[in-house]
């Protein structure tokens, strides 16, 4: 069982300090069907995350979900996510969630999954998140 | 003898008459016409369904062992049912697992509810889909798929709304738009509550469906 401890990070210092927690990621459901991941991010100055590359997919776009007043919801994709400086933004089911694309394989729980976000100040962070069950509602806490 | 200057001759009296019953007759008409109206009125108002009470629980689908099922396979069993489609990576397993929360927390009873998950996307949410798919979630969810024409009359009877929507970055081009509703509905079909996932804890709607049953 992979411990919470394997949520490493490795930040490198580049032009923004981007802080990245609580990060963690659903089992996918069948292979061909896209996985989500989450995590919260807190940049100190205004900054932009722009791009996440993952080996086992083929394609990580962040999405956004918005609920109409009749209750429908509807998935759009967000270019770059602003990171206002010194706010948190947390992706949590519900909300906003980096959609995994083109899986080479079938995320298992348990696993770990590493990402690579780039942001728009030049700050390049590679994370490794725990892959937690396909229905989970929230990183583990210890 | 002095002539009355404007007597009338009983011929247009009789007109005259006839005149004054013919207004008389339609002006009582109309009052008791628009009387009706109002008291009819306002009584048909009172009984006009609300979009909510028009929710029935009518479908004729297939289910993920590849039976053809309609709502009378569950008559003697309340349903929990929730439209989605399964490249759906986060509101669907969000709220399909707090659905199987809420049937665990059932108990003995979990057997009185069937958890329905109907997709509004059978073009790619086969049988075999469905099948791995629900069982990921809980050993009694129903998967429900069928035709393009049998989903969208389900959809209807529930009064629910989808629809497919063109984007470059979701898988296959393109995503569903979907209700996020679970709704709850009586062995006969009729029915009883909606919910939203977030809009209480599995306990509270676990609560809620015990008292009703």
Redesign the interface.
């Known amino acids: 069982m992979i411990p919470l401890a394997a949520l490493t990070m490795w930040p490198m210092t580049a032009q923004a300090d981007v802080t990245i927690s609580d990060g963690w990621a659903?089992a996918?459901?069948?292979a061909?069907?896209?996985?989500?991941a989450y995590l919260t991010l807190r940049s100190d100055e205004d900054d932009q995350l722009i791009g996440i590359t993952t080996p086992i997919a083929g394609?990580v776009?962040v999405?956004g979900?918005e609920?109409d007043a009749?209750?429908?919801?509807?998935?759009s994709?967000i270019e770059a996510l602003k990171l206002p400086s010194g706010e948190t933004v947390t992706l949590a089911?519900?909300g906003m969630?980096l959609?995994?694309?083109?899986l080479t394989e079938k995320l298992e729980e348990g696993t770990v999954l590493p990402l690579t976000l780039t942001f728009a100040s030049g700050a390049k962070i590679e994370i490794s998140v725990p892959v937690l069950?396909?229905?989970?509602?929230g990183p583990e806490k210890e | 003898m002095p002539t009355e200057p404007h007597e009338t001759p009983p011929k247009s009296q009789l007109l005259r008459s006839i005149l004054w019953a013919a207004a008389f007759t339609a002006l009582a008409g109309v009052a008791i016409y628009s009387g009706l109206e109002m008291y009819l009125g306002n009584g048909s108002k009172n009984v006009r369904y609300s979009g909510e009470a028009a929710i029935r629980s009518e479908f004729s689908l297939t289910d993920h062992t590849g039976q053809d099922v309609t709502q009378a396979d569950y008559s003697d069993r309340w349903q929990m049912v929730f439209f989605g489609f399964t490249n759906c990576p986060d509101i669907c397993p969000t709220t399909l697992a707090y659905m199987a929360s809420v049937i665990d927390l059932l108990g003995d009873d979990a057997v009185k509810v069937a958890p329905i998950f109907i997709t509004v996307d059978p073009e790619r949410d086969t049988v075999p889909v469905m099948a791995e798919y629900v069982s990921v979630f809980h050993p009694r969810l129903i998967g429900l798929t069928g035709t393009e024409v049998q989903v969208a009359e389900a959809a209807t009877n529930f009064r629910t709304w989808y629809e497919r929507t063109e984007d470059d970055s979701a898988p296959d081009g393109y995503f569903m738009a979907h209700g996020g509703y679970v709704y709850l509905m009586r062995p006969d079909g009729a029915f009883e509550a909606v919910y939203q996932e977030g809009g209480q804890p599995p306990e509270v709607l676990a609560q809620d469906i015990l008292e009703k049953l």
């Open positions: 659903r996918s459901i069948l061909s069907r896209p996985a989500a394609h776009t999405h979900v609920t009749n209750g429908v919801s509807r998935m994709a089911p519900g969630h959609m995994l694309m083109a069950g396909p229905g989970a509602s």
